[in-house]
């Protein structure tokens, strides 16, 4: 997946909650059409509205084939959603490995000061990226989306955000947010203590591990108690997508 790109536009929860609200069947150009349309009262800008519109399509109508299997699966699903942050936030990781980056960042300055200051960030992705103007670009897109959706929390116009409110997923949520996280680090396995604790994920209560079963993931017991996750190399069958037809009590267990 290509690292380079950026979430350069702030995006909000309603105008994310529209683009999973489409049918999923509708052909993609009429959808980014009815996307653009919702925004028009929103976002003035015809320039900043193509961006948007660019952006939340990326995640929710078009997404990079990393991601594609793991957002239909959660499409599929968004009906039965207790809150579609988890959702927004983790298929930005997926699609916007940058933002990930960036979210760890943040995670990273919230363990050690319980704060981040937008100025102490953009100097630490220069410092690993390069003195670019899009740093500045991307920080702030990511520092906005993440106090709009509710997870930082600061004053406009302040640099300093502290830690807003800690979402916990839907326990068969646990394992889509573990498999955003590798798709973001471009992983195909990953210790399983290792990923409940990343910094990415620092906006989550995610608790112990889920035992829902998920059909992109395999769990693996090694010695010493030790868990391994591997993304699997095969394609689920696809299953329905009306979430009426879906019974989470007798889906979701490991395999």
Known sequence: MKQNVILDRAVEQPWLD???????????DERRKLLDVFLRDRVESAN?????????????????????????WAIDRSGKVSDSRTLHIGSLIA????????????????????????????????GKWGSREVIDVTSRAAIR?????????????????????KIAPDPF???????ALMISRELDEMDEGEALHA?????????????????FLERFNEGGGRTVLRASPSKPKKLP???SQ?????EFTWQ
């Open 173 to 179: 949520l646990k394992p889509w947010l573990l498999h």
């Open 18 to 28: 529209f683009a999973l609200s489409l049918d999923e069947n509708a052909p993609a």
């Open 241 to 243: 997508s009306a979430p």
């Open 95 to 126: 699609c916007y490995p940058f933002f990930g980056q960036t979210c760890s960042a943040i995670g990273k300055d919230l363990a050690l000061h319980k704060e981040v200051l937008t100025t102490d960030l953009r100097e630490r992705l220069k």
């Open 48 to 72: 900043a509205r193509v961006k948007v519109v660019r952006i939340i399509a990326r995640t929710w109508i078009t997404p990079p084939d990393p991601a594609r299997g793991m957002i239909e």
């Open 145 to 165: 989306t993440l106090r709009g959706l509710g997870v930082l929390r600061g004053r406009k116009g302040d640099s300093r955000s502290e830690l807003g409110e």
């Open 246 to 250: 879906i019974s989470l009590a007798n």
């Open 199 to 215: 910094s990415e994920l620092f906006m989550f209560d995610l608790g112990s591990p889920s035992k829902s079963r998920y059909p």
